[in-house]
């Protein structure tokens, strides 16, 4: 009887000092402001940072709530933190232009042709080019034909290859997963996304999680990397949920 009472004691015990930690996180589930709750999430992580890793993030993740285009929500944070995100600014996208600029002179075969053979202009940052190009197709048959010839120049890092090269096999996966994620194409992403130099990477599960809904269970995986030494991966977890936010979910 002793030993069964000294049993049951120590069952007890084990529970009480697990406390908290014995309890599955929730994430920010269904039912949840999930906008808020994400966001509370990345800066939990973000604030154990040291303060001047935590100073240079705050510019980050206030630009990151200000692309839910909720200004309740953003003066909130701005409250909180004493930051402010930045007025929103028109860049040149250089790239966009280079593209246009191949297109006025040639068809699209001849776009082509040069980007696979890597010919002027496309001998620099052929890929984000091809993306461009991509976005600039004027149907969906011509985007799914620069998108095949992006997917036959990616993928993993070949022996014997030129670092620059493996390096840019695995940017045309980036920006195929980013391309497949505005489209809001799954078997694309997927397929995409394993050609990148980081599949498991945060960023590309908020991408992911755009297109089949439920961001907000990844608020667990954001909370587990507490304790990093870099700020990498709250930098992911920002830009990843940030075009969601922006964005917003697929279609279902």
Sequence with gaps: MMRVSFLFLSLFLALLMSGPAAVADPGCATGKDEKSCMLQAIWEVAAGFPADKRNRLIPIFMNTVALSGDTALLADWEGRLGGEAAPPTEYPDYVRERA????????????????????????????????????????????????????????????????????ERGDFGHVLSELAMENCDLAAFDRAVRLTVEPEGLRYAFWRARITGGAGALASRVRAAGGREDTRHVREAMEGYGAILQRGYCPA
Excluded at 127 to 144: F, I, K, N, S, Y
Excluded at 154 to 163: D, F, L
């Design 100 to 167: 246009e600029a191949e297109l006025r002179e040639a068809d699209w075969n001849r776009f082509l042709q040069r980007a696979q053979a890597g010919l002027p202009p496309f001998n620099i940052g052929r890929p984000e080019l091809m993306a461009a190009g991509a976005r600039l197709a004027p149907d969906v048959a011509t985007r799914q034909r620069v998108e095949a010839a992006m997917f036959a120049l990616a993928g993993p890092p070949q022996p014997g290859a030129r670092p620059l090269e493996n390096f």
